[in-house]
């Protein structure tokens, strides 16, 4: 692990923290309001502080913390027997390149390996007519850490509710990670 950064799996008794609760919705809208400006209706949010509250009661938070200040966060989730999900990825601004984002991302690649799961799987909204910088960033980074895209769907598709903030036509990109390697490994060590 990058020295200093400690990540911690929250529990449902977080969820009845007002601070920590407001602190991760603010931390993940920020985030994604630069890494998405363009894609989205001015003042749609990511997150809100009800949906984290919930995320949070079912134990799918993750947050990294350096110095004792809360600088990242990951949800995740288990979305079949073979399949593992990681989202909402966020690393504080002022503290890139201290490797925040790559810990989380190996914290949810082992937790995937560790409940015998073959594959990570992340989404990744992308606009269907231009190219958006932090999207092409992060295709690009995801690519070098193994992530293949599978298919892409469109977020009406999957997320109606959401679809109707947008502000371009966007696509979403499946991507995914095998991880069998790693889990036969972690099998024959048991």
Partial sequence: MTSGIRLTTLSASHADDAELVSALS?????????????????????????????????GEITAAFLDGELVGCVRIHELSDRICEFGMLAAAPHRRGAGIGRELVRFAEAFAVEHGREIMQLELLVP????????????????RIGYRPVRTGRLEESYPALAVHLATPCDLVIHHKDLQPQVRTASSST
Avoid: C
């Fill in 128 to 143: 269907r007519e231009w190219s958006h910088p932090s999207k092409e960033f992060l295709t690009a980074w995801y690519t």
């Fill in 26 to 58: 603010h931390l993940v809208n920020g985030v994604y309001e630069v890494a998405e400006q363009g894609l989205w209706e001015p003042q749609s949010a990511r997150t809100t502080a009800e949906e984290v509250a919930s995320l949070l009661r079912s």
